[in-house]
């Protein structure tokens, strides 16, 4: 995500903006690694608990019935070729297995933005959420409504970097 430039919509300028912050991508990257999160989803969240929403599991639960196929077709596989080309496996050189790794990182890349954005468009269209003062309330119960649709917990270290992160004054929010 570290590449992309902050345009689109407000959700993808979020995602942008708030997985730069010191440590953030390695905690998604963690725990969509080892509890099989959607990081897209996961910052959804994060995005909606910064506007002062929490969502609860059953509202998490449409939200993933939503965006599963398209994930599961585009984002999934062309992040396990990227993956399996490093380190190159051989046949071709290395240069032209990084040039064509990268290759395929901007297009899993676009393949995020074109999930975030039809999250974005999903936000506007359907009433979701129920407002709450504490954007760290909003963010906890939100991850534990995922947390429970997953079938697993999100460890206290990744969940901590996250609620940090969300709480810098300097991320700009918008609807």
């Known amino acids: 995500m570290t590449e992309a430039a902050p345009s689109g919509s407000a959700f993808w300028r979020f995602s942008v903006g708030f997985y ?20 897209n ?5 994060l995005w909606q608990a910064a506007l ?14 939503q965006i599963a196929p398209w994930r599961n077709a585009t984002v999934i ?3 396990t070729v990227r993956r399996a080309l490093k380190p190159a ?3 071709v050189s290395a240069p032209a ?20 954005e039809a ?23 939100s991850l534990a409504s995922y947390a429970m649709i997953c079938r697993t ?10 609620l940090a992160a969300l709480g810098s004054p300097e991320l700009k929010l918008e609807e």
């Not at 989803?41 to 969240?45: D, I, N, Q, V, Y």
């Not at 002062?52 to 019935?65: D, I």
């Not at 297995?97 to 975030?116: D, G, N, P, S």
């Not at 917990?153 to 969940?159: A, G, K, M, T, W």
């Open 153 to 162: 917990s999100f460890p206290e270290p990744e969940i901590a970097t996250l």
């Open 119 to 141: 999250m974005d468009e999903l936000a506007r269209s359907f009433p979701h959420g129920r407002k709450v003062s504490s954007i760290a309330d909003a963010a906890r119960a």
């Open 89 to 91: 496996p051989g046949l």
């Open 97 to 116: 297995a990084e040039l064509f790794r990268t290759r395929i990182k901007a297009v899993e890349l676009e393949a995020e933005r074109l999930q975030q």
């Open 41 to 45: 989803l996961l910052l959804f969240l």
């Open 77 to 79: 596989p062309l992040r």
């Open 20 to 39: 730069r912050k010191g440590g953030v991508a390695e905690a998604c990257i963690r725990l969509q690694d080892e509890k099989k999160v959607d990081v």
């Open 52 to 65: 002062g929403r929490v969502l609860s599991e059953h509202e998490v639960e449409e939200l993933e019935r």
